[in-house]
């Protein structure tokens, strides 16, 4: 055999096997680079026979993507916080109690018996065994199991505040199940009777404690503010009273009619000796708080597994607040959801901070978003003015395009998840509806604006055409907004590039080019 027919047959077998090999891999094998001849590399001589791999660029990607079973999380968390099942199931619980025995074979009576006994040792309230106590501790962990997960999740982020004020006062660290009994942990909690907030103050003894209530601002939905105010109230009511079951129920019912029941049953001074004699809510409350106290107590022999929050209290900071500012206009700014900062900064009835000479506001915002705002302050508070100032002009033009419609609250539904659907603000739901707060009932009904038309049989307004010829434009990307991209271009605002760019609102489509320069 020639060489020539030894190098042709040599060929021949190596194009026949790389068309027969069957790929398995699912990635495209890069390419080995291959020197030909010997090179000077780096001041020293390559060998032209070792083969250089290719690199391989980790750090590439391509698109990122929420988890999105992390995404289904938060949308249950966020419509958590603006759900009133718990704060209703609860109130009527204490007005309702029954004290019949239930079957609950898990929690024997003599292991109850010794955890409260235990946990009656280490707290100043009357935590001793009766039957009472026993069948709705019972009920509570049979009946409401999933509600008292829930808040348990939410004690997380207002347990640590709670102990903060009431070590200040030197109140029972405890009391701060009490807050579950009156509120279930909402800060815009309501009662029948206009009790408000997370500790439930009316507005008379509001005012006593320096709760401020205007058109604008609830101190009573404030966290801090309203809980400073109950350790001040039960310290009061222990002075009067010596006995924190006692403090509780006056909390509950007023001070004069645990003294009527005093009377009633002939001068005893025990909760448990009076409590025939106290109003039906009152009879029902310290038993469902000291309920509630053992439950969370003993969660982890339960097997309870709460939630927690997307962030704890200490991972938030304030600042003060130097104008007004809605925080709409922070969320937009900040990139902090809506919801987010209505639940940080329950207190602001209209999602409207106010300006008010000789009064401090705060905002309270997660910690990686303080430093965006204090940097950016002139700037937001510019946005914002601007905003402020041409507020009242859309509307004239919604009503005279008769675009109204009634939208009927469905189950799951708040007040941000209807005006993201509908391309308009939280603040306006409130303002077109007289909202005072986040409250929303099932089968309620909502008079909405819609930016955009939802009715197929509309016809489309015409879009005019924008020349950008010769002017400096900018390509939309995921998470812009009109206030970033106006604060990427010096001297431009967000009404600049609404008036170069006829647009009136503030959504945008990624991949839509803007004129951003005159």
Known sequence: MTLKTFLSTCLYLSVFSGFSQTKTDSIVKQPIVVITKDSVMDGKLFDSKKKIPPVVDSLKVTKLNDLPEAAELDKKWLEELYSNSLFDTIYKSVTELQYEPVYYPELPTDTLKARLARLNARTPFNVEYNSSLESVI????????????????????????????????NIPLEMKYLAIVESALKPRARSRVGATGLWQFMYGTGKEHDLQVSSYVDDRSDPIRSTTAAAQYLGRLYRIFGDWDLALAAYNSGPGNVNKAIRRSGGYKNYWNIRQNLPRETAGYVPAFLATMYIFEYAEEHGFKPERPPFQHIETDTVHVKQMISLDHVSETTGVKIEELQFLNPAYKLDIIPKVEGKTYVLRLPREAIGAFVTNEDKIYAFANAEFNQREKPLPQLFKNDTKIRYRVKNGDYLGKIARKYGVRVSQLKQWNGLRSNNLKIGQRLTIYPRKNRSSSAPKPVKKVVNTEGKQTYKVESGDSLWTIAQKFSGVSVQNIKDWNDISSNKLKIGTTLIVSE
Not at 142 to 168: A, I, T
């Open 138 to 169: 019972k009920s509570y962990l049979k009946h409401r199991r999933n509600s008292l997960e829930r808040l348990m999740g939410l004690s997380h982020f207002y347990f640590p505040m709670f102990e903060q004020e009431f070590d200040n006062y």
